[in-house]
């Protein structure tokens, strides 16, 4: 079983940048063949989607209101997937999950409920201050 670990949360300003990683561990579908994703969840709203990666050559998509902002990538010598977040606002307050579809067949499902993704992690919270 895959297991998704998030890190690199914490309090900003706003206008400020802030770098997420996840890194999965654990038995299973080989880290380099699924697609993996960001989502977010702010105080009394539901959970969105923000970024997604595809397994090679590493396709990315964002959420319209991430677009330019935000920046996703893989390593798969480290099993690991980062969000590089520029120009925050304080409404990008959030916990962000890293997730990972493990039975698509590597690229994004974007048609797909929550892309896909069946695996996730538990969090890390991102705080914006204005």
């Known amino acids: 079983q895959v297991q998704l670990a998030e890190s690199g949360g914490g309090v900003v300003q706003a206008g400020g940048s802030l770098t997420l990683s996840c890194v999965a561990s654990?038995?299973?579908?080989?880290?380099?063949?699924?697609?993996l994703g960001w989502f977010r969840q702010a105080p009394g709203k539901d959970r969105e989607f923000v970024a997604a990666?595809?397994?090679?050559?590493?396709?990315?998509y964002y959420a319209d209101s991430v677009k330019g902002r935000f920046a996703i990538w893989r390593d798969n010598a480290k099993n690991s997937v980062y969000l590089r977040m520029n120009s925050l606002k304080p409404e990008d307050t959030a916990v962000y999950y890293c997730a990972a579809d493990l039975t698509g067949p590597g690229q994004i499902r974007a048609g797909a409920y929550n892309y896909g993704m069946n695996v996730w992690g538990e969090g890390t919270l991102v705080t914006v201050s204005s």
């Open positions: 654990g038995s299973g579908r080989i880290f380099s063949t699924y697609a």
């Open positions: 990666i595809s397994w090679s050559p590493g396709n990315t």
